[in-house]
């Protein structure tokens, strides 16, 4: 007998073994108890890093110990195949990205063998195969006749030089990654799943979620944003239209200075028209992209339109400024402003020499010294009118009655959560099977034609996507008319979103899943990830799994008991 274990000479021997005997694959058996553990899949980019060796091992010694416990366990591997950098390869080595995916796909799995974990690779799906996608193009169409899906311009990356969408890592200082040319903000059409229809259920289930961290529950809690508010329509002087704005600050409207809005709003383009000066702020404003994690430390800038609205309770007529930190996507496009008791108002008014009004008292009841900063704690309203003395709850209580009495408010809860954009001006992803008629009616893919499969020979420029260069691609036929194929391909969360449920029946070619055995399996007893994912892949994950139940598809709540984030490998030692 060896006294030294020599890995060298036994693995293969012991994996081949595995092999010819089927040792992981697994069917459903309802005589036993059931262990379904998954680590998040992997975007094959060609070699495993230390990471993907930690992440994958905890999970096939968890699977290990539970089929030791004489469970029917259930470890499934697969490839998270599409996506940008896939596009960027194929372009540096003169190749397409489906050549380049598949073969670093058969070199990955090949170390994930030798790793020797114990994965039933009967199941194994790739996210860039249509027999896989088929299946969410499908679901994508009956979501939007449920009304779950809609289209509506928005913000990307526009290159005006290559003229082309970039994606936000290709924007490096403001400039195009290629040709160094000044990016802009351009509105485009583009798809979006209403995640926000299901903004209550996912804060809902958390609580349900006793086993996953709770930092990643509250990252999730915050990101959903639930606010309860008041929303407030002013009048825009001599006119007929009206400004919105929200606020869960109804207690302190009454210290309403300004009115800021997007770039974007209707009243800054109208205003804009006659205005070269502001015309340029806007597009100043509109070429940068601004992301809400940046709004606490950038340059406040703002501009006055000349318009003003009136002040709904008092009759003062308020100015309406462009200001760079109101985003279109966010809200309504516009927000009051209340110096006195939002830092933000407070520094954008010192810059443009406007007046601060205080209208809430310190805790001791002293009126709050406003010279170097705002004051935003609760307490006692003051320069108020009507409401002056009222305490902080019920000073929000009487303002918002005696909007929505004289008609110019209405109680509104909101969320900070915005609908999922999934289009993707981008090549390497799966085709968004939608079709424009020549009278420019959209219409979803029949069943029957799908799936609407990417052309995968192609040749990548590295500017423009080669289905949008690809006119015989994009013409086809509705019921004999005339029609065009959507160019945009979806987000990579699509097919990452419901990857634990294929994996269940990954054969199964009647319907997105197999009934029987989705709801053998499901839900995940173990998933394992980084919590980097927590608000995106992870948000996505549960959300999908909501719209997979309301179409009768699976029956549990939730796609994951539990939820262990392994931490990052930092550095070798």
């Known amino acids: 007998m060896q006294e030294l274990y020599r890995p060298e000479e036994i693995a293969s021997t012991v994996q081949q073994h595995w092999h010819e005997n089927d040792t992981f694959k697994v069917t459903e058996d309802p005589c036993k108890k059931k262990y379904y553990c998954l680590s998040m899949l992997p975007y094959p980019s060609g070699r495993l890093h230390m990471g993907h060796v930690r992440h994958y091992t905890i999970g096939d010694v968890i699977a290990r110990y539970q089929r ?270 209340v110096p006195g008791h939002d830092q933000r108002d407070f520094e954008f008014a010192r810059k443009y020499d406007l007046p601060v009004k205080p209208v809430i008292r310190n805790a001791d009841g002293s009126e709050p010294d406003l010279s170097a900063q705002a004051m935003t704690e609760q307490g006692v309203l003051f320069n108020s009118g009507e409401f002056d003395g009222l305490a902080f709850q019920a000073g929000c209580n009487a303002v918002a009655d005696t909007l929505v009495a004289q008609g110019v408010g209405e109680r509104k809860v909101n969320y900070r959560l915005c609908d999922w954009g999934v289009s993707r001006q981008r090549y390497w992803g799966a085709p968004i099977p939608m079709m424009t008629l020549e009278d420019g009616i959209v219409v979803p893919t029949p069943e029957d034609r799908l799936p609407v499969v990417l052309p995968e020979n192609v040749v990548m420029d590295g500017i423009s996507s080669p289905l949008k260069a690809d006119q015989d691609w994009a013409k086809t036929t509705y019921h004999g008319q005339p029609a065009l194929r959507e160019t945009d391909t979806f987000d990579t969360f699509m097919e990452s979103s419901w990857y634990s449920a294929r994996y269940t029946c990954p054969d199964y070619d009647r319907g997105m899943l197999d009934p029987a055995a989705a709801n053998y399996w499901l839900p995940v007893d173990q998933y394992i990830g980084g919590i980097e994912h927590a608000i995106m892949h992870l948000m996505y994950f549960r959300f999908y799994h909501k719209l997979l139940r309301d179409t009768g598809l699976v029956t549990s709540d939730e796609p994951a008991k539990r939820l262990l984030c392994q931490g990052m490998v930092l550095a070798a030692a």
Request: contains cysteine; charged residues 20%.
């Open 68 to 337: 030791m416990l004489g469970k029917n366990v259930l470890q499934p591997i697969g490839w998270d195949a599409f996506g940008l950098p896939a596009e960027g390869a194929a372009v540096k080595n003169n190749t397409a990205p489906a050549p380049w995916t598949y073969a670093n796909i058969d070199y990955m799995k090949n170390q994930l063998k030798l790793l020797g974990f114990g994965y039933d690779w009967s199941r194994e799906v790739t996210t860039c195969r249509p027999d896989y996608y088929r299946w969410e193009q499908w679901f994508f169409t009956r979501l939007y006749e449920k009304g779950l899906v809609y289209k509506k311009t928005s913000a990307v990356n526009w290159c005006p030089q290559d003229q082309t969408v970039l994606a936000n890592e290709q924007v490096i200082d403001g400039c195009c990654w290629r040709c160094d040319t000044k990016v802009e903000r351009k509105e485009i059409p583009q798809w979006f799943v209403k995640i926000t229809a299901y903004a209550d259920q996912l804060l809902y289930y958390l609580d349900k979620l006793e086993s996953w961290p709770e930092q990643v529950k509250t990252m999730q809690r915050n990101w959903i944003g639930r606010s309860e508010g008041v929303e407030i329509t002013f009048k825009v002087a001599d006119s007929e239209e009206t400004l919105t704005v929200y606020t869960t600050r109804p207690d302190t409207f009454m210290g309403t200075i300004y009115v800021s809005v997007a770039a974007g709003h209707p009243l800054s383009l109208q205003a804009a028209a006659s205005n070269p000066a502001l015309a340029d702020f806007i597009q100043e404003c509109r070429t940068t992209k601004v992301a809400e994690a940046d709004m606490a430390t950038m340059d406040k800038k703002g501009m006055a339109t000349g318009l003003h609205v009136v002040h709904p309770l008092t009759g003062e007529m308020l100015p309406v400024w462009v200001a760079n930190f109101v985003l279109m996507d966010y809200g309504t496009g516009a927000v009051m402003a």
